[in-house]
């Protein structure tokens, strides 16, 4: 029977797959580590419902049903990584009183202590990054004419293999 095969198998020795660095040949070690997500449900429900009433439309329609299931079934958007080079997080923590705070500058002061604070060591991860962008260019928080010209959009070209990973989690 299959489960009598399965036993077999599992009897066997585990053999996990190493991790190699290409440029040096040594190990490399997955760990977990701390990330930043973003609630996405907050996003995704009013999006799934724009899809079920017909206020957006996906072309070719074959897509509709995978991307209204994942905007359903919203899980939270990781947006940082550990990285050296990209967008730094802006988030700064009080070495002092354990404050952390989120804010535009460069660089901070305590708002409880008023002593220096360390920046958060991660980058905003590419694909979040790269939703920002526009923004970005387009004069964001002001109500720029552009911004408010080109936002929100009524169109988005993309290639298919994007639209369900992609597309319903942007």
Same mark, same amino acid.
């Given at each position: 029977?299959?489960?009598?095969?399965?036993?077999?198998?599992?009897?066997?020795? $585990?053999?996990?797959r190493r991790t190699v660095c290409r440029r040096c040949g040594s190990e490399v070690t997955k760990r977990i580590a701390?990330?930043?997500?973003?609630?996405?449900?907050?996003?995704?429900?009013p999006a799934a419902e724009a899809l079920r009433s017909g206020d957006l439309r996906i072309i070719p329609e074959q897509y509709t049903a995978r991307c209204t299931e994942r905007l359903?079934?919203?899980?939270?958007?990781?947006?940082?990584?550990?990285?050296?080079? #990209?967008? %730094?997080?802006?988030?700064?923590?009080?070495?002092? $009183? #354990?404050?952390?705070?989120?804010?535009?500058?460069?660089?901070?002061? $305590? %708002?409880? $202590?008023?002593?220096?604070?360390?920046?958060?060591p991660d980058t905003l991860e590419t #694909?979040?990054?790269?939703?920002?962008?526009?923004?970005?260019l387009l004069g964001y928080p002001e109500r720029t004419d552009d911004l408010q010209y080109y936002y929100p959009a009524d169109t988005l070209v993309t290639g298919y293999d994007l639209v369900t990973p992609w597309v319903s989690g942007m």
């Open positions: 029977t299959s489960s009598a095969r399965r036993s077999k198998r599992s009897a066997a020795p $585990c053999r996990r701390a990330q930043w997500f973003l609630r996405s449900r907050e996003f995704a429900e359903t079934d919203a899980r939270d958007q990781r947006i940082s990584r550990h990285a050296q080079q #990209g967008i %730094p997080v802006p988030a700064f923590y009080c070495e002092a $009183c #354990g404050k952390m705070t989120v804010t535009e500058s460069e660089s901070a002061l $305590c %708002p409880e $202590c008023g002593q220096p604070m360390q920046p958060d #694909g979040f990054a790269a939703s920002l962008l526009p923004f970005a």
